[in-house]
Structures are given as C-alpha cells and as structure tokens.
C-alpha cells in the first residue's frame, strides 16, 4: 500500500526546493528603491527633478541609510520622510527623497544605490535607475527673415585680386625692361 521512497531522491527534492524556492522567498524581502525622473524627455539640455522612494518589508528594522546616485553623489533624506524614530526605516514605513540636476548629454542613465543596516547587523542594498533623454532640434530656425552675414563683402575680394594682379603685371613688365636694356 506504501510506497518506499529512497533517502537520495529525497535528498534531491529537498536540495531542490532549497536552491530554487527559498532563495526567491528571501529576495522579495528587504530594502526596495525605485527612481523617477521628471521630465523623462527634453528638447535641449534642462533641469530635472528625481524622485526616489525607498522602502522596507523586511521583519525588523534598517538604520544607517545612504542614498548616493552615481551622477549626483549622496542625496540627503529630508527631515519630512522620516515620522517614526528619526534614522530608522521601519517595515511599511517610505522614505521620499528628491534632487534636481541639469540633464545636458544626450542620454543620461544615473543609477540610485540605498545602502543600511539591517536590524543593527548586516548590511542591504538596493539599486534603481532612471534614464532621461535629450533630443536636439531636427532643423535650424533662423529670426529675423534673412541669413546673417558672417562674411567680408565680395567687392572687396575683387578690388583685391585686381590689384594683385596689376602688381604682378608691373612686376613683369619692370623685369623684362631690364633684361632688354
């Protein structure tokens, strides 16, 4: 009515399950970041406005948080985000935090890191990123009704080659003379 079941085929399962279910249990829990930018998308170079969120569901406590973006360097936590025991990011509770820079390149890819201690002992991480375009304007405008003028008038290039030349002329004729007298 039983079935035997062999010890190493348990073994297998059990190591199994261990490798591939547990893992993924204790990776969702823990210290989460996402970043948003705003505008996502500029014409030309422009401020803009990040916008981190940084939570935790773990089963304790972070402490000692560091928030750095590798284009911005550390990112201070308002005195606003933090209600609870100032310094401690408590299971449920969300830290906002914001920063404004120029966005001049083309694309821009900055990565937020959040750093802290995980109950006073181990340190976590969490990592997000936010890409902001810059297009360049597809055609030229020009005001005012007319092209500039960047260059000299064209008589006078004229008025220059004419007398080059007449020069160059006289030169001759001064030098033939001579050979002939």
């Given at each position: 009515?039983?079935?035997?079941?062999h010890?190493?085929?348990l073994l297998?399962?059990?190591?199994v399950v261990?490798?591939?279910?547990?893992?993924?249990i204790?990776?969702?829990a823990?210290?989460?970041?996402?970043?948003?930018?705003s505008?996502?998308?500029?014409?030309?170079?422009g401020p803009?406005?990040?916008?981190?969120?940084?939570?935790y569901?773990?089963?304790?406590w972070?402490?000692?948080?560091?928030?750095?973006?590798?284009?911005?360097?550390?990112v201070?936590?308002?005195?606003?985000?933090?209600?609870?025991?100032?310094?401690?990011?408590?299971?449920?509770?969300?830290?906002?935090?914001?920063?404004?820079?120029?966005?001049?390149?083309?694309?821009?890819?900055?990565?937020?890191?959040?750093?802290?201690?995980?109950?006073?002992?181990?340190?976590?991480?969490?990592?997000?990123t936010?890409t902001v375009?810059?297009?360049k304007?597809?055609?030229?405008?020009?005001?005012?009704g007319?092209?500039?003028?960047t260059g000299?008038p064209w008589?006078?290039?004229l008025?220059l080659?004419?007398?080059?030349?007449?020069?160059?002329?006289?030169?001759?004729v001064?030098v033939?003379?001579r050979r002939?007298?």
């Amino acid at each position: 009515m039983y079935k035997r079941v062999h010890f190493t085929t348990l073994l297998i399962v059990s190591l199994v399950v261990a490798m591939l279910v547990l893992p993924a249990i204790s990776a969702a829990a823990g210290l989460h970041i996402t970043k948003a930018a705003s505008p996502t998308s500029l014409t030309v170079a422009g401020p803009v406005k990040y916008t981190y969120v940084v939570w935790y569901d773990g089963q304790t406590w972070v402490n000692n948080l560091k928030l750095t973006d590798d284009k911005l360097g550390i990112v201070p936590l308002p005195s606003t985000s933090d209600t609870s025991t100032p310094g401690f990011l408590y299971p449920g509770e969300i830290f906002t935090y914001n920063a404004t820079a120029t966005v001049v390149s083309v694309t821009t890819t900055n990565v937020a890191t959040v750093t802290g201690r995980e109950n006073d002992e181990t340190t976590i991480t969490a990592n997000a990123t936010a890409t902001v375009t810059v297009s360049k304007p597809a055609t030229a405008t020009v005001t005012g009704g007319h092209i500039p003028h960047t260059g000299s008038p064209w008589y006078g290039t004229l008025v220059l080659g004419i007398a080059l030349t007449l020069a160059g002329i006289a030169g001759v004729v001064v030098v033939s003379r001579r050979r002939h007298a």
